[in-house]
């Protein structure tokens, strides 16, 4: 039996600021997609980046039976893998060459692929998210959204199995970030993995994600459905803002913000 993927008690420090509070989300089942919403500074990256094990961290974190905090960085990293927010800078390498790249590191100790078969492979991640168009052109010469769209083609090609996206969409025109979205949640669905993806958009959490988790000073202040989550007391709380929140004729809900909250 699966048993998903749990955080609790996660405590993150830098130097002497507690940025993550004994942290626990409920357990995030297999095949679902979870948002992770709230302010600048809130502690979502830190929280992201100590789970993928890139930040030293106290907690546990398991993924079905298996506590993640005991395995080797590179052992966790086949399994959960993390987007970064701020993507580092283009190498001389083409796109191709990056995704593949990133597949051989991911099979490293498994069978290694045949050339053929990373070159199918990392064309189907560039072809999943629309851009193997850009194939052949340089990282380096890429602009910002595209660069986004090759991080999360390296990440899809390595087939973790949980992803850890950092604001994967916030570079990305309206086009490219309903096709980012549509592509997590198929893979998510398809191969029952487990997405984590931090959204500053609500109105795009609200449409993709299963789960909503809010994050404030490194706590947690609320978790559920988007229904049981969003309301105009917590946007007032958490982000300062007065919204109303609305149904569309397709049945989303809409978050319109009015104003920011004056203090009294
Ligand atoms: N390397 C670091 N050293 C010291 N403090 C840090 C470091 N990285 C982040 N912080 C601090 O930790 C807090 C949380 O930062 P974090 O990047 O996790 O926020 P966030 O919720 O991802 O915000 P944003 O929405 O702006 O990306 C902030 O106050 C930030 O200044
Ligand atoms: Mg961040």
Not at 16 to 21: C, L, M, P
Not at 91 to 105: D, G, K, N, P, Q
């Amino acid at each position: 039996m699966s048993l998903g993927f749990s955080i609790q008690n996660a405590h993150v420090r830098y130097g002497k600021r507690e940025i993550v509070q004994y942290l626990s989300l409920p357990t995030l089942p297999h095949g679902s997609l979870t948002a992770l919403i709230g302010p600048n500074g809130a502690g979502k990256s830190t929280l992201l980046r100590a789970v993928a094990g890139l930040e030293k961290m106290q907690g546990i974190v398991r993924l079905g039976e298996l506590d993640l905090t005991k395995m080797s960085i590179a052992e966790r990293a086949r399994r959960v893998t993390y987007m970064p927010q701020n993507l580092p800078p283009g190498l001389s390498l083409s796109v191709m060459e990056s995704v593949i790249a990133a597949l051989r590191v991911a099979h490293v100790d498994g069978i290694p692929l045949s050339n053929e078969a990373c070159l199918r492979e990392a064309f189907d991640a560039l072809q999943r998210i629309g851009i193997a168009h850009l194939a052949d052109q340089l990282l380096s010469t890429l602009s910002g959204g595209q660069r986004q769209l090759v991080s999360l083609a390296q990440l899809i090609a390595r087939r973790p199995q949980v992803m850890l996206l950092d604001e994967p969409t916030s570079a990305l025109d309206l086009n490219y970030q309903l096709k980012v979205m549509d592509c997590v949640r198929g893979l998510v669905r398809e191969h029952n993995l487990i997405a984590v993806v931090v959204l500053h958009d609500i109105n795009l959490a609200a449409r993709y994600a299963d789960h909503i988790a809010v994050l404030r000073h490194g706590q947690l202040y609320a978790s559920g459905t988007a229904d049981e989550v969003l309301d105009p007391e917590l946007f007032a709380q958490v982000y300062g803002v007065q919204v109303r929140i609305e149904r569309c004729s397709q049945r989303t809900l809409q978050v319109l913000v009015d104003g920011a909250v004056t203090p009294p």
